[in-house]
């Protein structure tokens, strides 16, 4: 009986375990998953700030009606001291810490020289105008960045604002690579009749790496032989995961499910109700690592990278977050599903006339992963649905999409 994705992930979910910490410099921070809360140390804005260039004045919503005498200037980084009355002002610079008694800032294009040698304003303004209060932004002590978060670089502006120039992180889980099928040849060996090259396992190598990975181990191939295969699922246990592709499907040479069984790996499910992808393995190492066994299909493999290994190795790296996040976006053209279960289609995104649409990619099947290299991501047709049309909104997955484009 096939279970659905979603149970699929639910029932793997909960023997992920993570890893143990270590700490990095902002420099090696962005990838990286955060193991502590970082709060704010202290107010951000931590002073009054001018937002603008021009002058600080004691507000008196008179400002147009006399001229000013310049008595000071405070730049960034400096500060100001002194008595000041309502005829005075000080010139001030974006940044700089507005000194009392001066309650708002004045932007240069609002001012002109007084014949007097003071400024005149041309312009009202409020009282406190153009001034970015103390902890408007962040006040001292709040949550700024949870435990959990994958660090991007305007993470990193972050860490850097409030000090932390060094911070724990998850170490990442190991992962082992293995392909299993005796049609296949790598890349680098010629490949003549009825072999193919090995696309899959440098899939998963590249999309690892791509994740932040470094601890992987590629096993290289084996074909459909139970001793071979069973000496290199040995050598793959060593690893928190051990991702397999091809072999798990109900074909006589679909030995793989067997093989791991003699290894002493506990199957947690071997079916699931989805295409591509139906015959997916999960189960569970005599050490607790974890293994998926994928077919060899390798569209499958891809969808699958994303849509049920990455949730895993991210979790098992600490995100607190680590479920792929939907767009929900309109069908450019009806689509079917005929599988009986949840399908994965590939597609790209088409924007005209300021909509954007997921458009499926025409694609000869399952197999042609040539056809999904130009995809942007996936879309999701439920189980139980048959047919959507066009306009529908769907669930996209922007798994691939690097979102460029030649237009504007
Ligand atoms: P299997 O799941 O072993 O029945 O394989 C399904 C299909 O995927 C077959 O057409 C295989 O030749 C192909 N295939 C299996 N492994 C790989 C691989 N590592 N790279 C590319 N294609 C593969
Ligand atoms: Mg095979």
Known sequence: MAITYEEALASVLPIVRTQEVHRVTLADAAGEILAMDVTADRNIPPFPRAAMDGYAVVWTGRETESAYRVIGTVN???????????????????????????????????????????????????????????????????????????????????????????????????????????????PWESAQGPMIRNSNSHFLLAALKGLGFTEVRYLGIVPDDREQIVSKIREGLDCDFLL????????????????????????????????????????????????????????????????????????????AEYLPKPIHLPLASSATNKSGGKKFTIARLETHGGVTRVAEIPSHGSGDFVSAGRADGVFEIPLGTVELPAGHLVRFYPIWGNFLSKEG
């Open 244 to 319: 397999l592709s091809g072999g798990v499907s109900v074909g006589d040479v679909d030995i793989v499910p067997d093989c791991l069984s003699a290894c002493g790996v506990r199957k947690i499910l071997h079916k699931v109700a989805v295409k591509p992808g139906k015959p997916i393995f999960a189960g569970e190492s005599p050490g607790g690592g974890i293994v998926i066994g994928l077919p060899g299909n390798p569209v499958a493999v891809m969808v699958h990278f994303h849509m049920f290994i990455r949730p895993l190795l991210l979790k098992a790296s600490g995100t």
């Open 76 to 186: 960034p980084g400096s500060t100001w001291h002194g008595d000041a009355a309502d005829s005075d002002c000080i010139g001030i610079m974006t940044g700089a810490m507005v000194p009392p008694p001066f309650d708002a800032v004045i932007q240069v294009e609002l001012s002109e020289a007084d014949p007097g040698g003071g400024v005149r304003f041309t312009g009202p303004v409020k009282r406190r105008a153009n001034i970015a209060e103390e902890g408007e932004d962040v006040r001292k002590g709040s949550l700024l960045i949870g435990a959990g978060t994958l660090l991007s670089p305007h993470h990193v502006a972050t860490l850097s604002s409030v000090g932390q120039w060094e911070v724990p992180v998850y170490k990442r889980p190991s992962v082992a690579v293995l392909a299993t099928g005796s049609e296949l040849l790598e």
